[in-house]
Structure formats: structure tokens, C-alpha cells
């Protein structure tokens, strides 16, 4: 069974980096799918930030302005996010994920499982 | 980037009851769309796939439908553990956007 848990500071300062790490369990980061984040201010809802496949390829939300970016440690099954020159606005709880793929009918992009989240606070 | 709308934003049923929300989006995305349920401080699971594919192991009370731009999520019978937030999200290019949920309500 895959499972996902978030890591990370729950308090950042404005103007400071978020930094997050999702850990994967019960499945290899190295054999393959796209792995991303998504987040959901207090309230409201859902954003996808960026996927990451396990050779560094990556896609980006253009709404992250080039703020963020995304690696992955195969080493030790995880993957991370990092978010530069936070603001009030960066407040949420942030979510990894495994996007799904269904090789028969070649389809991909929806999230499962996810991980429980984190709450965030872009706060002085 | 590709907008999705849904609606109503919030409907209240009963227990038993059947219900549909839609899904709209700002051009055409083929069957590339997802439901999810979202619980009360839990993460989304998906419910459907391409459009209309149940995922594994979700009740077959809750079925998909639509192409190109205007798809619904039906439940039926409605169960205590539906009461909760659905969200659609395409997956047809990046960057992928999700509606804006709707909050289904206990009557």
C-alpha cells in the first residue's frame, strides 16, 4: 500500500523559503509516475503546484511566478518542495500526491493517494 | 490555463437521496477529468477518471458522465459519509486546475 507523508516547518516567516519533503512508503520513487503537490488555503480550495518524475522531470504552475521548485532524493524516497519569497497569501495546507497512471488506456493525471497534509502559516 | 466551474457551490439532500453537480470547463478537454470527495479536514480521493471510470474500490452509487467541455457526478442514495466537499480537476495539459467545489449539505 502506498502512503505519502508530509515534513516541514509549520510556521515561515514572510519573504523566507517554505521547504517541505513528502516520504514515500510501500512504493520505489525510482519505478516510475509522476509525483506532485497541491495545496488548499485555509477555507478554500485546491491548487496544483508541480509534479516531479523520479529522473528530475518536472512541471511547474505558472501561478508559482518561478518562485518554486521541485527535486527528488531516490536515495531516500522522497521528494521535495521549496517556495521562495513566501507571503500571507502562501498560508495553506500542503498535500503530496502520486499522480495516477493507467498503462491499458494510456491515461494519466489525477491524484491517489495523497498524503494527510500539512498546515503551513506564512506569519512574523 | 483551463477553468473549471461548478455547480451549485452547495446543495443540501438527505440521506437516500439522489444528487448530480456539474462540471464546466473553459474549452474543450476530451474525458481528461477527475471527482473527488474531500472529507472534513481529510485529503481528496479521487472518486472517477476520465470522466466516467470508477476508481478502485469507490461504490458504485457515485457514476460519471460528459466530453469536450460540460460533465456531472451523480450519487445516488446518498450515504452519511457523502455529506462532504467535490472537486473536479482536469488533467488535459498542465498547468491541471480544479473547480471551485461544492459543498454537499445534510437537509
Known amino acids: 500500500q502506498v502512503q505519502l507523508q508530509e515534513s516541514g516547518p509549520g510556521l515561515v516567516k514572510p519573504s523566507e523559503t517554505l521547504s517541505l519533503t513528502c516520504f514515500v512508503s510501500g512504493y520505489s520513487i525510482s519505478n516510475g509516475y509522476y509525483w506532485g503537490w497541491i495545496r488548499q488555503p485555509p477555507g478554500k480550495g485546491l491548487e496544483w503546484l508541480g509534479s516531479?518524475?523520479?529522473?528530475?522531470?518536472?512541471y511547474y504552475n505558472p501561478s508559482l511566478m518561478s518562485r518554486g521548485s521541485l527535486s527528488v532524493d531516490t536515495s531516500k524516497n522522497q521528494f521535495s518542495l521549496n517556495l521562495r519569497s513566501v507571503t500571507a497569501a502562501d498560508t495553506a495546507v500542503y498535500y503530496c500526491?502520486?499522480?495516477?497512471?493507467?498503462?491499458?488506456?494510456?491515461?494519466?493525471?489525477?491524484?491517489?493517494?495523497w498524503g494527510q497534509g500539512t498546515l503551513v502559516t506564512v506569519s512574523s | 490555463a483551463i477553468q473549471l466551474t461548478q455547480s451549485p457551490s452547495s446543495l443540501s439532500a438527505s440521506v437516500g437521496d439522489r444528487v448530480t453537480i456539474t462540471c464546466r470547463a473553459s474549452?474543450?478537454?476530451?474525458?481528461?477529468l477527475a471527482w473527488y470527495r474531500q472529507k472534513a479536514g481529510r485529503p481528496p480521493k479521487v472518486l472517477i477518471y476520465?470522466?466516467?471510470i470508477l476508481e478502485s474500490g469507490v461504490p458504485s452509487r457515485f457514476s460519471g458522465s460528459g466530453s469536450g467541455t460540460d460533465f456531472t457526478l451523480t450519487i445516488s442514495n446518498l450515504q452519511p459519509e457523502d455529506f462532504a466537499t467535490y472537486y473536479c480537476?482536469?488533467?488535459?495539459?498542465?498547468?491541471?486546475?480544479f473547480g471551485q467545489g461544492t459543498k454537499l449539505e445534510i437537509k
Open positions: 480537476q482536469h488533467f488535459l495539459n498542465y498547468p491541471y486546475t
Open positions: 474549452q474543450g478537454i476530451n474525458r481528461a
Open positions: 516531479i518524475l523520479h529522473s528530475g522531470d518536472t
Open positions: 476520465d470522466a466516467s
Open positions: 500526491a502520486r499522480r495516477g497512471y493507467v498503462a491499458s488506456s494510456e491515461s494519466w493525471g489525477w491524484f491517489d493517494p
